[in-house]
């Protein structure tokens, strides 16, 4: 079993910078790719960033040139570097880990593992 804490979240205005960390633990071994989601309200969960652990990377597109993900493999932490926040980045931010088929990275249900997630709010 593996366990995923968020932190980082906060209230910012638009423009403005935040950093998400997710620390893993338990079972990490299993944790081939680790992404981040987020979820509005009213809205579906959608996939944001993730890397693999050869540090393989994918961003969705209304992230791009804004997101940086990062992973740190000794560290079992995954970060999202967030620049230039805009209000339609508003919402909560979750973790997720698994080892699952490349072509699912960006599909929530895919992922067994999740952390309970941080508030991201952009005014």
């Known amino acids: 079993h593996v366990q995923l804490v968020e932190s980082g979240g906060g209230s910012v205005q638009a423009g403005g910078s935040l950093r998400l960390a997710c620390v893993a633990s338990?079972?990490?071994?299993?944790?081939?790719?680790m992404a981040w989601f987020r979820q509005a309200p009213g809205k579906e969960r959608e996939g944001v960033a993730q890397?693999?652990?050869?540090?393989?990377?994918w961003l969705a597109d209304s992230v791009k040139g804004r997101f940086t993900i990062s992973r740190d493999l000794a560290k079992n932490a995954l970060y999202l570097q967030m620049n230039a926040l805009k209000s339609d980045d508003t919402a909560m931010y979750y973790c997720?880990?698994?080892?699952?088929?490349?072509?699912?990275?960006?599909?929530?249900?895919?992922?067994?593992?999740w952390g309970q997630g941080t508030q991201v709010t952009v005014s």
């Open positions: 890397v693999y652990t050869n540090g393989d990377s």
């Open positions: 997720a880990a698994d080892d699952i088929d490349p072509s699912c990275t960006m599909v929530a249900t895919a992922y067994n593992y």
């Open positions: 338990g079972n990490t071994r299993g944790n081939g790719y």
